[in-house]
């Protein structure tokens, strides 16, 4: 009766609290359940922890690079500047379980940082806002200002998937999207440095 009611309780409490989604999502290979982990990180930093200065042009090359994927180490700690060209709210993504509401705001944020407030998306660097960002900035909407200069402090991150969209690793692309599979994912902080005139 005693783990009939422990887990009775358990159930209740992931359904109340939204925590039945692992942190590997719904992935069902082992490649996609690590990205998944990484994603899904928490966005507390050490005090200690300081992070490295990385120009966002290094990340936005002008031609291809065959070895894009070994340029820069997955997981540093970096800070960079940029302008915030478009974002959007997302929804279900196998991160979250396909559970996310893009109306509720309940899923990550897909941002594109330029090097200027004008350029195209399939210029732009990817950054992510999480859920794990929302809880602890629920102020989040203030810094999504469209051509404003923005500062992001946050984890580099191999989005492998998106190899196919992307102008420096897809060979016989259709539909270029974004310029690198590499983000900046999660987002730990941002700065807005300039609002648009």
Not at 128 to 135: D, L, R, S, Y
């Amino acid at each position: 009766m005693k783990k009939f009611l422990l887990s009775a309780l358990l159930l209740v409490c992931s359904f109340v609290y939204g925590q039945d989604c692992p942190p590997e999502g719904d992935a069902t290979t082992n490649a996609k359940k690590e990205l998944n982990k990484k994603k899904n990180m928490g966005v507390e930093i050490s005090d200690d922890q300081q992070a490295e200065e990385l120009p966002l042009r290094n990340l936005l090359p002008s031609r291809k690079r065959k070895n894009d994927k070994n340029l820069w180490r997955e997981g540093a700690y970096v800070v960079m500047d940029g302008y915030l060209v478009d974002f959007e709210e997302q929804g279900p993504e196998s991160c979250n379980c396909k559970e996310a509401l893009k109306s509720q705001k309940t899923g990550d944020v897909h941002m594109f940082l330029g090097l200027v407030p004008g350029a195209a998306k399939k210029n732009c660097l990817v950054i992510e806002i999480t859920p794990a960002f929302k809880e602890k900035s629920p102020d989040y909407e203030d810094f999504l200002i469209k051509k404003s200069r923005i500062r992001v402090w946050g984890y580099l991150f191999y989005d492998f998937p998106h190899e196919k969209d992307a102008f420096t690793t897809c060979n016989a692309c259709t539909h270029i999207w974004r310029k690198t599979p590499w983000e900046v994912h999660p987002i730990t902080d941002i700065e807005v440095l300039e609002e648009p005139q």
